[in-house]
């Protein structure tokens, strides 16, 4: 086995762990896994929610996956990522596939981006490896003729769009575009009357029966907020609206592929400036394929440099990774992998959580509180208005002191949590009180008669009710 070999399987091996180890992180992995979790409780499998509310974000494929994932893994990390996983080494084997298609010989390297959202519990990996499969499937329709290429192909475009909406189709589109060119016979191949109907087929599967049970409102959520919306205005503050937007997301995705795509940029800048002339066919395929979904995610007011993934296996096509190349592709998308780890240990919620599962009563906090943390403490912390009776702690940011102080309540306070909060780029303090009541209570008279008491200012501390043996044991905790 040659070099680049080896460091590539090194890479994926390196993937794994940072999948295994890593802490569901940012909000979006968080959000799909506590989806995951509510489906399997619920046995509802066609219509995902997040903590009772409709969850229209993305269609169904990755739920789907995620609970196979987590039938066989159980509801851990690696459990939930495993489809990326799965994905990414799908997308590495048919992109070079599709190198060969293109340019008759298979160009392969494990590519930075691709290695980081294979370690992501999030459709981006699925997404990209079904874009690369279903273009794949229309190269060989129109090379061959063969309907089930073309069959092929429609199947797997329903899919990717199962699996993040328009995403496939905005980038398969263009790439044709530039394949077929004028040849009508290139377009019978690829474009069967029956084409769009299989697709449609496959997104009515999951489609209809979401949108009879919810009465239409995913629909409406969906392509109202999530395409149309998006597509207007920057949504959770991602893009800048308006010209300025329009004119920063061309060098902005251009930028983001330079680093998705390390080492090739400069190979592809070679390609494009050589022009048409080796061949025309190949070139205009890359050059539609990778500028022409370019230009229309420059349009979309929300803006994030994984929207442009799905380009990356046109570099492979564009350029002729050496080994050199393959092996700085593969070490840095190492390094990525393994910064996730190191960048989720950073965050507080897993070990915050784990903390709050240990408690023998529920513990209450404000909303809103990120999904991260809601989704490793599961049942054991209830987000309230006001605190309840059920509540036997409180976590509290320190912001939030006066808000808690409003209801007259006596505390204690027994821990406190510091760490990264990875969405909005900052530090977070969690302060965990233990609740008092405002009266007395005592146990069994003592030797002598005496009372044996846990006094505190506004009345008895149920530090041992609620797990902290005492007053003092629970300063030593909280040490």
């Known amino acids: 086995m040659d070099a680049p070999k080896i460091v590539t399987g090194l890479a994926l091996g390196a993937a794994v762990a940072a999948a295994t180890w890593a802490p569901l992180v940012d909000r979006d992995e968080p959000r799909y896994a506590q989806a995951v979790r509510e489906m399997r409780q619920a046995g509802d499998y066609i219509v995902p929610r997040n903590f009772g509310q409709l969850r229209p974000d ?8 995620q609970l196979a994932g987590t039938a066989v893994l159980g509801e851990r990390e690696l459990g939930f990522r495993l489809p990326s996983l799965l994905a ?30 294979g370690v992501l519990a999030t459709p981006d990996a699925l997404v990209v490896a079904l874009t690369t499969a279903s273009l794949l499937a229309f190269l060989r329709a129109a090379k061959t003729r063969k309907r089930q290429f073309s069959l092929l192909a429609w199947l797997l475009l329903g899919l990717g769009v199962l699996a993040k909406g328009p995403v496939t189709p905005l980038f398969v589109a263009p790439a044709l575009v530039g394949y077929c060119g004028k040849d009508k016979a290139l377009w019978r191949a690829v474009l069967p009357w029956w084409g769009p109907l299989v697709a449609l087929g496959v997104v009515a599967v999951w489609f209809l029966p979401a949108n009879l049970v919810t009465g239409w409102e995913l629909a409406r959520w969906a392509i109202g907020k999530h395409v149309v919306q998006r597509a207007v205005q920057p949504l959770e503050s991602h893009g800048v609206q308006g010209p300025l937007g329009v004119l920063l997301g061309p060098p902005f995705y251009a930028a983001s592929l330079a680093v998705a795509a390390f080492p090739l940029a400069f190979g592809l800048v070679r390609f494009l400036r050589a022009g048409p002339q080796a061949d025309p066919q190949v070139w205009r395929t890359v050059v539609w394929g990778i500028f022409g979904p370019l230009l229309v995610l420059s349009l979309v007011a929300t803006k994030l440099p994984h929207y442009i993934l799905p380009a990356v296996p046109l570099f492979l096509v564009a350029t002729r990774p050496n080994p050199r190349q393959q092996k700085a592709a593969a070490i840095t998308g190492a ?15 897993r070990c915050l959580a784990a903390t709050l599962r240990e408690l023998p009563q529920t513990t209450c906090a404000f909303a809103p509180q990120e999904p991260s943390l809601r989704f490793y403490a599961g049942e054991k912390l209830a987000v309230v208005e006001s605190p309840e009776a059920r509540c036997g702690f409180f976590l509290a940011r320190p912001g939030e002191m006066t808000r808690l102080a409003k209801h007259g309540l006596t505390m204690e306070q027994v821990r406190e949590f510091c760490g990264w909060n990875l969405a909005k780029g900052r530090r977070e303090r969690f302060l965990l009180y233990q609740l008092r009541i405002g009266r007395r209570e005592k146990e069994n008279p003592g030797p002598g008669g005496s009372s044996a008491e846990i006094a505190t200012g506004r009345g008895l501390s149920l530090a041992e009710k609620n797990g ?10 909280a040490r």
Do not use: D, H
């Open 88 to 117: 990414l080494v799908a997308w590495l084997w048919c992109a070079s596939l599709l190198a060969q298609e293109l340019c008759g010989e298979k160009r392969w390297a494990l590519l930075p981006g691709m290695a980081v959202a």
């Open 468 to 477: 902290f043996p005492n007053t003092r044991s629970a300063a030593i905790f």
């Open 335 to 349: 390094f990525l992998a393994l910064g996730v780890v190191v960048v989720s240990w950073q965050t507080p919620y």
């Open 58 to 65: 993305k269609p169904i494929l990755i739920y789907w996956l």
